[in-house]
């Protein structure tokens, strides 16, 4: 008895470890939270938008989104010292008269 040999499948029937992409994958567990994230993702995104899609769309949206956190951070921090040595161009009586309005000093 001749078995046929199809691609992909070894005559034994085991699957042949075949490639699927160029890149490597990453493993990621489902839990709550991620779970959350890809149902918001795939309401911006489409019902029908994969898993896969919107879970590396989330990834590169994250990523841009940490990178704009940390400029917006230096910036912060630059402005407070620019605060603190006096160079920041902040007009401190014009401050304080809005403060004194408002609470009507």
């Given at each position: 008895m001749?078995?046929?040999?199809r691609p992909g499948v070894s005559a034994s029937?085991?699957?042949l470890s075949m490639a699927t992409s160029r890149n490597a994958r990453?493993?990621?567990s489902r839990d709550p939270d991620l779970e959350r994230a890809i149902k918001r993702?795939?309401?911006v995104l489409g019902p029908?938008?994969?898993?896969?899609?919107v879970v590396r769309e989330l990834a590169?949206?994250?990523a841009e989104a940490f990178e704009?956190?940390?400029?917006?951070?230096?910036?912060?921090?630059?402005?407070a010292l620019s605060v603190a040595d006096g160079t920041s161009e902040l007009n401190f009586?014009?401050?304080?008269?809005?403060?004194d309005r408002a609470w009507e000093r």
């Open positions: 001749k078995s046929e040999v029937g085991y699957t990453v493993q990621v993702g795939r309401a029908s938008t994969p898993t896969s899609r590169l949206r994250g704009s956190d940390q400029a917006s951070e230096w910036k912060a921090v630059e402005f009586e014009s401050l304080r008269s809005v403060r």
